[in-house]
Each structure stands twice: as C-alpha cells, then as structure tokens.
C-alpha cells in the first residue's frame, strides 16, 4: 500500500523509457524503415520522380554476380579483420598487463590509434603502401617483390585488411585489458603453485574468464567489419582492382552515392541488415553458451 | 554593458553598416565549386572582379569538396528545397544533370530569359558540343575544361635513344620498350584516368563510337560498343606489355601523376590540366605531344574530347536571380578575361576569340605545351562519335570499366571477355538510369 504510493499510476516507467525509446527510434528504427521504403522504389538522384517497382530492386541484385562476389569478399574480409585484431589485440593486452615499466606510456601509445577517422587511417595506408609512392612499397618492390595493390586482388585485400585491423586493435586492447585487470590474481597464483606454466594457465584460466569480454567484442567487431569499414576501403582501394577489395557495405556506398542508384542501394543495405542481425542472433544463441559469465 | 545598452549599440552598429551599402538590395548568388588551389583561388577572384564591375548582384562562392562531393551536396540541397544557384558539375555528371529536367535551368534559355547577348557559335564547339542537346542548345556553361595528352619527358627519351616524339601507338610501344632497356625497369610508358584515357578518348581520337546514338548524346537509349576489334587489339597490346612493365598500369584517378615528375615513367598520358604540377615538379626538360593512334585506322586522329567541368543552373529561382546569373556569364565569356583566365590556369579557353587573341598574341611560341589538348580538340571537326559522350551513373560506370580492364591486365580474362563484359555491365546500368530519368 504504502509503496504503490510513490509510484502512483503506470504512466511514469514509460515516461522515464522515453528518452532512450526516442533515441532508438529516431537514430535506429526510423532510418531503417525508410531504407526498407527505399528500397521497393526507383528514384532517380534529385528525388523527382519515385516510383513503387515492388521486388524489383531485389531482383536485380541478385541476378549480379557482383553481388555474390562481394558476399565472398566480405567473407573473407571480416573473418580477417576479426580473427587478427582480436587476436592481434589479445596478445598486445596480454604483454601489456605484466607489470612493465613503462606500462602506462604503452598503452596510450595502442590506444591512440583508435582516435584516427577510417578515412583518414586508409590514406595514411594508401601512402605507405601505394606500388610508386609508398615509403614502405620501395623497399619491397627494391627486394624483388612485386608489390601492387592497383592489379593485384590479393595485395589490395591483404593492404585494407592490414589498415582496417591496426584501426581496430585498440579498441579491442582496451577492452581486453580492462577484462585481463578484473580476473582476480588469486586465481592465477592458485594455477601457478599447482604448478601450471604459464601457457597452461592463460588456456585454462585466463582465456576461460575472458571469454564475456572476448564474446562482446566478437561481436562489436563483426559489426564494425560489415559497416565501419568502407572509409577505409574508400580510401585506399576504392573498391579494386577489378572488384577483388567489394565488400557489401562498400558496394552499397558506391551503388547509391557514385551510382546514384538509391533503391538498389538501399535494397543492399537491407539484405547487409539482415545478414548482421542473423550473425548477432547466431552468435547470442550459440557462441554465448560457451561463455563463463 | 548591460544587455539592454548592448542591443542598443548593435542595432545602431547594423543601422551604419546597413547605411553604407547602397540603398536596393543587392541580390545573393550562391556558386557551389570544387576547386582547390591555384584554382580556388581564380573561383573567388572572378566573384569579386565581377562584385566589383556592379552593384546589383553579388556572387558569392562557396567551396564543397571534391567533384562528387559537390554534386552530391547540390542535389541533397535540392532535395531539402534550398540548392544554389549555380553549381560546378563535372563533365561525367552531366548526364545526371541534363536528365533532371526541373532541378535545372539550361543555360541557354536562362540567356534568353534573361535578354542577355549569347551566340553558342562563340564558343569552341569541341567543348560546348559536349554541354549541348543534339540540337545545339547549351544546357550548361563550361568553366574549366582539359583534354588528354601525351606528357614527355624529353632528356630520358634522348637517352634511351629515342629521336622522335612518338606520334602512334606502335612508335610508342617502341619507345617503351628502348626505355625500359635505358633503366626504366618498373614503367616503359603509363596514364592516369585509365578508363578515359584507353575507351573515352581512344573511342573519340580514332573515331569509333563508345555507344550508339552518338555516344548516348541523341537519347538515353545508347547502347555501349567499345568491345569492337580496335578496342580488343588496344587492350590486348596492353595486356602484352603489362607483363613486364613495358606498359604499367597507374590506378583509375591521378594520383600517379607523379610517376611522371619522379621521371619514373617517360612517356605518360594525363590531362593536360596536369601542366602545372609538371611545371612545379619535374627536374627535366619535359613537354606534351598529341596521343598516340593506330596509323591502320582510317580517319585517326579525329578530335579529342574534353574532361573537366561546367557549372549548371539550378531550377526554382527568383527571374531577378537567374538575370544576375546571366549576367555573370556574360561576364565570364569575356575575351579578355576568359584569354588571361587561361594562360593563368592551364585550362581551355572556351571562346574561339580568347583563343584567337592568345595565339595572336604569340602565347603558344613561349608555351607550347598548353596549345598541344586545344590542337587535339579542333583537330577535326567533331563527328558523332568526338562530339562528347553522355551516359547515365558515369561515375560509376567508370569504375566499372576501370575493374574490368584491371581483370584483364592482370591476367584474370581475356580482351574480349573484359571489354564485353564492361559493355554489358555497363548496359545493364544505363538501362535502370533510363528508367529514372524522363
């Protein structure tokens, strides 16, 4: 009696929600739904004329093997960035959280690079790796390698991959390291006087009680490959040579802003919708079982 | 000073200030441009020479990033109902532009409208043929123009032993190939632009069409045909060539212009735009020559065609605006102006008088280099298929272009299944612009 009270009427939970229930719908599920809309239209650029044209849009691409290439693409370019940054970052967070002199310098130095916009991060690798301006090309085409990312796919995808993994490993250091300094010492001394070396203690202690930190970032990441990237594929590759550095979220920039076609554009940006929205599902459901909370 | 007294003094400061101009209103002209630099600077100095020449129109320019990013902010701007009056659209967007019927003013009407003098006839058909309906109406005024030339670098072709500036594709070839035995290991010969340099301008300069309905200037039904046997010939003797850097192959844009400066690559094909630059960074005796051609194609050279921008009106405005854009133009026709504008910048006049009186006042003996792209313009007079060329989504289709012709340089298809290919993705993508566009 006296507690129902304070919160008379069911209407203040709802009113103490709507700031955050504004956000999302403003910031997240407005924009979709007019994506969605979008994508059943043909438009042309200046919006003066707009037509329902139904699945079309979907239709078409799906009959392009463009398309299909650049799911391949994506593929490949995600479980890249994710697999090495992660563990890039893994191990990076490990060294860093021993007790090292100068500890404090070293990780401001891995986290700086987080604050460098992706644009600017592939530009920077653009000029580093360009086949004839590269301060680190030279040096590789004057070994006898034949370094060049303007004919070849492989070199192309393995220089955003590089530039999209280096902009991503200090977020994941941060976080890794947070977790790494909140597993209690006790646990790991324990290991160390039953006599665990330390391998064995990282596998069976440390990595096991990481795994939260590990799984959300996991997922944080797949996010970040599949939309955060095109800025840096922008920048250095834009996309080439013939295709082999695509990837969805690229494709979905370049068909709507280069081609002006936004109805294709906005078909693709919900098939990537559904794609992530799958992934994060999958790993909620399967991956999370495995972690130790 | 408390708030009241504060507002005091500033309506008293607005009141002077506003005293001092002239007693009508002067009327805003916003231009919406995407050049840097030397050139930025030109941009504002042409607004404020021509603030100054009166008092009834005031231009006011505004910088909005590179080509595409200044399009796409002038349509966004459209789109929410407060575009410019004129914006700087370049040449590939034309198409997109013209397609717009109601977001735009053509420019000739605009002069009629307006009761200003223009006769399309006073400017160089090779580049307002490009701006122009089949009919001739110009639809959008040409600002900066270049075209595509062959840039030499001159000391490294006399010791390789090269004696003659190579004039066709074979000539070139063998001089790539001396070259590249002098010591010129990684480049015999290389462009920018790749896309418009070996389909746009090769198509134009050997008289082939890119697309029928003379390249897609006639309608937006055009079809794509650049997969033609010349075509096949040229991309496959690259292919050839690539393989051991005979040929080498520099990215779809420009940034390995400087392949040239660096004197990396003797022989390179770019905008004649590029002037500059080369004037600022090569340590060596360089100049520009016409490009190459098969001396086995009957009628080559034809003409070349231009690249750059032209600056379109936007639809919706005030008639006393569009009278002050006029007016503007006609200000920018000016021989005097338009012959200074271009021995200062390196772009093509766009007047046959401005380049008249440069010749006449014997500019061209002290630089050559800057007549070599207007000596490949009026090479000919321009047929169907060196009019210019108009193709729906051009921005991208040039990429799509570029990764076909990236496959078949890099070994992955053949010529023909490349060249084939860029047809038919490119046809694919004219046929949903015609769709949009009425």
Redesign the interface.
């Known amino acids: 009696m006296e507690k129902s009270a304070f919160f008379n009427g069911k209407l203040l939970p709802y009113l103490l929600l709507v700031p955050q229930l504004t956000i999302t719908f403003v910031f997240f599920y407005w924009p979709a739904s007019q994506a969605v809309r979008q994508s059943f239209l ?8 707009s037509e329902f044209i139904g699945l079309e849009n979907y239709q ?1 691409l799906f009959a392009q093997p ?1 398309y299909y290439k650049a799911m391949l693409t994506t593929l490949v370019f995600s479980t890249l960035v994710a697999a090495l940054s992660l563990s890039i970052a893994l191990l990076f967070a490990t060294q860093a959280d021993k007790n090292l002199k100068a500890a404090p310098a070293y990780k401001l130095f891995m986290i700086w690079p987080y604050a460098v916009a992706p644009a600017v991060a592939g530009v920077l690798w653009f000029f580093m790796f ?1 086949p ?2 590269g301060t680190l090309a030279r040096p590789l ?1 004057w070994m006898g390698f034949d370094w060049n990312p ?4 492989n070199h192309a995808l393995i220089l955003v991959v590089m530039a999209a993994v280096w902009k991503q490993i200090s977020y994941n250091f941060l976080f890794f390291l947070a977790g790494l300094q909140s597993i209690p010492k006790s646990v790991i001394e324990a290991g160390a006087i039953d006599g665990a070396g330390p391998m064995r203690r990282f596998w069976t202690i440390v990595f096991p009680l990481l795994s939260p930190t590990t799984f959300f970032l996991l997922v944080v990441n797949v996010v970040y490959v599949f939309f955060d990237t095109f800025g840096i594929i922008d920048a250095v590759t ?6 082999a550095t695509t990837t969805m979220v690229y494709k979905v920039y ?2 709507g ?5 936004l109805g ?1 554009s906005a078909a693709q940006s919900v098939v990537l919708m559904a794609i992530v929205i799958a992934l994060t599902a999958i790993q909620f459901r399967y991956v999370e079982r495995k972690v130790q909370y | 000073m408390s708030l009241r007294k504060f507002s005091a003094a500033a309506a008293v400061a607005v009141t002077l200030a506003l005293g001092a101009t002239p007693a009508h209103a002067v009327i805003e002209i916003q231009w919406w441009h995407a050049m840097t630099g030397g050139n930025n600077d030109i941009v504002n100095k042409l607004a404020e020479d021509f603030n100054a020449s009166q008092s009834d129109y005031k231009v006011v320019p505004s910088f909005k990033g590179s080509y ?1 990013d200044t399009m ?1 902010a002038g ?1 966004a701007a ?2 929410a109902g407060n575009a410019p009056h004129i914006m700087q659209v370049f040449e590939v967007g034309t198409a ?1 532009m013209m ?5 735009i003013k053509p420019v000739y009407q605009l002069m009629k409208d307006a009761g200003e003098p223009f006769d399309p006839k006073a400017y160089l058909p090779a580049i307002t043929g490009y701006y122009s309906t089949s009919k001739g109406d110009m639809l959008s005024f040409p600002f900066n123009s270049s075209s595509m030339v062959m840039w030499i670098n001159k000391d490294e072709l006399k010791k390789a032993g090269v004696a003659e500036i190579p004039k066709t594709w074979p000539e070139v070839f063998d001089a790539a190939k001396k070259l590249k035995a002098a010591g010129h290991a ?1 480049c015999g010969f290389s462009n920018a632009w790749a896309t418009w340099a070996h389909i746009e301008q090769f198509s134009a300069w050997h008289n082939v069409p890119i697309g029928t309905k003379a390249n897609g200037l006639d309608g937006f039904d055009t079809v794509l045909t650049f997969n033609s046997p010349l075509h096949v010939k040229h991309l496959q003797n690259l292919i050839d060539l ?1 393989k051991d850097k005979t040929y080498d ?5 420009n ?2 212009e ?2 040239f400066g ?1 004197g ?1 690559c003797a022989i390179f094909m770019t905008s004649s735009g590029y002037y500059a630059t080369a004037k600022s960074t090569a340590k060596f005796d360089f100049t520009s020559a016409p490009m190459p051609y098969y001396p086995d194609v009957a009628g080559a050279p034809q003409n070349s065609i231009i690249g750059g921008a032209s600056l379109w009106v936007m639809g919706g405005k005030k008639p006393e605006e569009y009278k002050g854009v006029a007016k503007f133009f006609t200000f920018l026709s000016d021989t005097n102006r338009q012959a200074k504008l271009h021995q200062e910048s390196g772009y093509l006049p766009i007047t046959k008088a401005a380049y008249e009186k440069t010749r006449a006042d014997g500019f061209y003996e002290k630089n050559p280099t800057l007549q070599t792209p207007l000596k490949e313009l009026t090479n000919k007079e321009p047929t169907e298929n060196s009019r210019g060329l108009r193709f729906g ?1 051009m ?2 289709m040039r ?1 799509i272009w ?3 012709m ?2 078949a ?2 070994g ?1 298809k053949t010529a023909k299944e490349a060249l084939d290919s860029a047809v038919a ?1 490119g046809n ?2 004219l046929r ?1 612009f015609e ?4």
Do not use: C
Not at chain 2, 435 to 438: D, G, I
């Open positions: 043909r438009e042309d650029a200046f919006g003066l004329s078409a463009e360009h004839t301006l085409r303007l004919l070849n796919g834009g996309g080439g040579p013939a295709g370049a068909d802003r280069l081609g002006g076609d294709s | 595409p796409n349509i459209f789109r997109t397609s717009a019927t109601g977001a990684t690539q192959y520099s990215g779809r844009a940034a390995s400087s392949r660096s990396e989504n921005v991208q990429d570029a990764e076909e990236e496959a340089l890099a992955q993705r694919t993508m949903t769709k949009t566009a009425k």
